[in-house]
């Protein structure tokens, strides 16, 4: 079965400061998908960003980025020039592609805040 | 686009009596629902998987009795607490996938259950 752990249950930085949160997953399979979510105090759980294991180029989206290292199984997430608004819980997540196998499968999250 | 809602996003119920929680995707049709059940300060814990027209996949150890889903069109998920217990008081989130993307599951914004 698949696991994914984030090791850093908090974290806090300035505003303006990049901020790097871990995850590693466990997997045999070699196609899949990766993911990472922002749940805000609102708990609406947004999509921040994909990655899929077939591409080598780590997925970025503005100010956010990833480190896909797939031999190491792991995915970290850049937030760069971080703002007040990026506070929020931060799950990783992985999603296998085999047909009928569609649950996510969750990371234990990491707490962010980002100090004014 | 990719919008789901959750109703009601809050319900207060006496112990015994049953409760529906309905999640909708907005605007695209969503073969496979997922309902999760999130404790404070904890991870999404995947309840079951719900695929139009077919009855629910449960994860081990949740009461397929107790919380009874169904997944009556492609539009619309229902989860019912039935006998309500004050331990199940708790947060329900529901997700849909758009057959149409990769793989990406699109959350509702939650319903906060407390019994009492």
């Known amino acids: 079965a698949q696991t994914v752990t984030q090791s850093q249950p908090e974290m806090s930085v300035q505003e303006a400061e990049t901020v790097t949160l871990s995850c590693t997953y466990d997997?045999?399979?070699?196609?899949?998908?990766l993911f990472w979510y922002k749940q805000p105090p609102s708990r609406q759980m947004i999509l921040v960003i994909r990655?899929?294991?077939?591409?080598?180029q780590n997925a970025t989206e503005n100010r956010f980025s990833v480190n896909f290292q797939k031999a190491a199984k792991s995915f970290s997430l850049k937030i760069s020039d971080s703002q007040l608004g990026d506070t929020a819980m931060y799950f990783c997540a992985f999603t296998s592609l085999i047909q009928g196998a569609q649950k996510l499968v969750f990371g234990q999250g990491t707490r962010l805040t980002i100090n004014p | 686009g990719a919008v789901v809602s959750q109703h009601p996003s809050r319900v207060i119920c006496k112990s015994g009596t049953s409760v529906k929680i309905e999640c909708r995707s907005l605007?695209?049709?969503?073969?496979?629902m997922f309902w999760y059940r999130q404790f404070p300060k904890q991870s999404l814990m995947l309840m079951a998987t719900s695929n139009e027209g077919s009855k629910a996949t449960y994860e081990q150890g949740v009461e397929k009795d107790k919380f009874l889903i169904n997944h009556a069109s492609l539009t619309l998920s229902t989860l019912t607490v039935t006998s309500a217990h004050p331990e199940d008081s708790s947060f329900y989130i529901c997700?849909?996938?758009?057959?149409?993307?990769?793989?990406?599951?699109?959350f509702g914004p939650g319903t906060r259950l407390t019994v009492t």
């Open positions: 990655q899929e294991a077939y591409k080598q």
């Open positions: 997700s849909a996938r758009d057959a149409g993307t990769a793989y990406e599951q699109y």
């Open positions: 605007d695209f049709q969503a073969t496979t």
């Open positions: 997997t045999s399979e070699s196609n899949y998908y």
